[in-house]
């Protein structure tokens, strides 16, 4: 019997409210939101799974409840296995999840970017602010309901703009591979890069006419 | 969670102690009495190796705090892969860590071939070894070179882009693309080994031995190299396994966690290699391990060529996921009809999650990969170990001298492509 196989029996032994979690490679095992800490500090000390692999979340689109499942990947330096341990959220609009910093702090930059690209806030974490995205961006762009092409906002630099007096907009994202809609402004308009149209093979371009006239 | 020391005996401090220093109480105070400075290093430093930037809080020359601000290449990778197909997505590891790109695609071929239950040839599994070890050295030699250059070694980056550049041939051969291979598919690999490829590979490895102790000579006796390496950033084994320290960095400080060994994948088990560790896990242990690493990488090359089987390079029974070759899809309906739908639908994956770890030159790479059935996945979340290393700067880098915060991320070898995703 491998060591992953008796952690889990023991850890159901012990926290009755454990239940399997479909899995198709390792053990797997579903943890009520509040008893999460206590189960990966007790396959932590007890099955020296010591190693924090991985700790992400993920979103079962809008409308889905539970909407986001919060899941930790343990490894064992020792027994060289694998535990995935996960938990609904409780809330479908606040989703929080207990800090498992104080155990790995591993988990301060994981849970950092969990709560960054989903929203996902955990409690009593020591300084949860976006890591990938910048401070005071709006959205968390991993939940389903985000949009791929993205959401113009401005840019981050408020003071950049007080100064300048000039309101800061992103560069625009017509053009870009994943824009799905043109949008309301023309190409040329939002995308200074692109070909200017305003001129055809009939139409002279606007700073040659002069030049045309002069010639004839 | 940058905490924030205070120096005891700074020159501001004893000065004030001698009252040489007048302390004002005006607006002026924050300008020319305070002892501490900010210090933005990066995004656009050379000894950042990207675009990481540390906000360095410094007091005199010794780093009072730090924070390290990622995320400035971030293009959102898990995001995109929601929204294109299993397929679709090889290119995209490509840009992970862009030093050593086969050893990505291998990663994620893995992770995608455990959800469909696919077992690839051992011809596949063989091509896929020799690639992701040359894959290693690749990336190991431009750490070294980079790592030399930080501490201001110019001749070990000029001999290490040396051989690089004779890997990027042999890329070139195999893949067509120098460094951006795409070579994986999930099922298989894109073609099969050229003639004559392995002969090369082979001369390659004769003339890479003897090239790469030349280069580890300049540095591994070198005084200067000591002096900027030997006791700095030391990382203890509890707080490397705390931290999710993996690859190199992680072995450096102790651990012999190679999952080449402990969690053999394609076909690893068959070869004979050792896993080095450090003993102190200072920045020298973790350079002298990359050194002795692309020796046991050699050592692993030499042995697939000398036996690498015959037969097929992509999964047979992978008629639905692996795309069929061009000549049959232009004379047989069937395989047409295949073709059509791997490239519009992508691979039918079954319903499931799986989640995969490769040991990478950089560290351990992960894919959890989430499946509610179809061509597209529902959630990817790549787990680089660049992320995770570089989580413990803040810790390392507080209480040491400037010069050496360049040191320890030369040390690191990290690649923000991976970190930013």
Redesign the interface.
């Known amino acids: 019997m491998t060591a992953p196989v008796a952690a889990k029996t023991a850890l159901k032994e012990k926290f009755p409210q454990v239940t399997d979690r ?5 053990d ?1 095992v579903n943890v009520p939101v509040g008893e999460v800490v206590a189960v990966l500090k007790y396959l932590r000390d007890e099955f020296a799974f ?5 700790l ?1 979340a ?2 079962w689109a809008e409308g889905a409840s539970p909407r986001f499942t919060v ?1 930790y ?1 343990l ?1 064992s ?1 020792v027994n ?1 296995g ?1 535990i ?1 341990v996960a938990t609904d959220c409780a809330s479908n609009d606040e989703p929080t999840a207990p800090s498992v ?1 104080e155990l ?3 988990a ?3 849970e950092r ?1 969990c709560y960054d ?1 989903l929203g996902v806030k955990f409690t009593a974490h ?2 949860l602010r ?5 401070d005071g961006y709006p959205y968390h ?2 939940r389903k309901d ?1 949009p ?1 092409a993205g959401i113009e906002v401005p840019l981050p630099d408020a003071e950049i703009s007080a100064e300048t007096g000039v309101a800061a907009i992103a560069v625009p994202m017509m053009g870009g591979p ?1 824009v799905a809609s043109p949008g309301e402004m023309n190409l040329t308009e939002a995308e200074p890069r692109a070909k200017d149209e305003s001129w055809s093979d009939r139409d002279a371009r606007p700073d040659q006419t002069a030049l045309k006239q002069l010639k004839s | 969670m940058a905490t924030e020391i205070s120096i005891p005996d700074s020159a501001a401090k004893a000065a004030r102690a001698r009252g040489e220093l007048v302390e004002s109480t005006s607006e002026a105070e924050h300008e020319y009495g305070s002892e501490k400075m900010d210090l933005s290093m990066g995004p656009s430093h050379p000894s950042t190796h990207g675009v990481l930037r540390l906000q360095l809080q410094i007091d005199g020359e010794i780093v009072t705090k730090c924070d390290p601000v990622v995320g400035y290449l971030h293009r959102g990778d898990e995001k995109i892969a929601e929204n294109m197909t299993y397929n679709q997505f090889v290119p995209y590891t490509d840009r992970l860590d862009y030093l050593a790109p086969l050893a990505n695609n291998m990663a994620y071929a893995i992770a995608v071939e455990k959800l469909a239950h696919l077992e690839v040839p051992p011809r596949c599994q063989a091509i896929r070894v020799i690639t992701a070890e040359m894959a290693r050295i690749s990336s190991h030699m431009m750490g070294l070179g980079a790592f030399g250059l930080d501490v201001g070694a110019w001749t070990v980056l000029v001999l290490s882009l040396n051989q690089r550049e004779f890997l990027y041939k042999l890329f070139e051969e195999l893949t067509g693309a120098r460094f951006t291979t795409s070579y994986t598919r999930i099922g298989g690999v894109t073609r099969d080994i050229p003639d004559g490829w392995l002969g090369n590979v082979e001369k390659f490895c004769d003339q890479f031995l003897p090239a790469l102790e030349e280069l580890l000579s300049l540095l591994t006796r070198n005084k200067i190299f000591h002096d900027r390496t030997v006791g700095v950033g030391v990382i203890s084994k509890a707080d490397a396994l705390a931290y999710g320290l993996t690859g190199p960095n992680l072995r450096g400080s102790g651990v012999p966690l190679d999952l080449r060994k402990d969690k053999p994948y394609s076909g690893y088990e068959q070869y004979e290699f050792d896993v080095p560790v450090g003993t102190k896990g200072d920045s020298y242990d973790r350079y002298l391990v990359r050194g002795e690493e692309m020796r046991q990488s050699v050592r692993i090359i030499r042995q697939v060529i000398k036996t690498m089987p015959a037969g097929d390079w992509f999964a047979k029974d992978a008629v639905k996921i692996f795309a069929p070759r061009k000549e049959k899809v232009l004379t047989s309906m069937e395989e047409l009809i295949n073709n059509f739908m791997i490239t519009t639908e992508g691979p039918q994956m079954p319903p499931g999650e799986v989640y995969f770890e490769a040991e990478n030159p950089k560290g351990i790479l992960g894919f959890y990969v989430v499946s509610k059935g179809g061509g597209v996945p529902w959630r990817l979340k790549i787990r680089s170990p660049s992320f995770c290393n570089l989580s413990i700067v803040p810790k390392i880098c507080t209480g040491i001298l400037i010069s050496d915060v360049v040191a320890i991320l030369g040390s690191f070898d990290f690649v923000m492509g991976e970190c930013d995703r």
């Open positions: 479909l899995s198709a490679d390792h797997a010591d190693l924090l692999m991985d992400t993920i979103d899941v990947h490894f330096s060289l694998y995935r910093v790995w702090p591993a301060n930059w994981h970017e690209l020591p300084d976006r890591i990938l995205m910048w762009p991993l985000f791929l994943f």
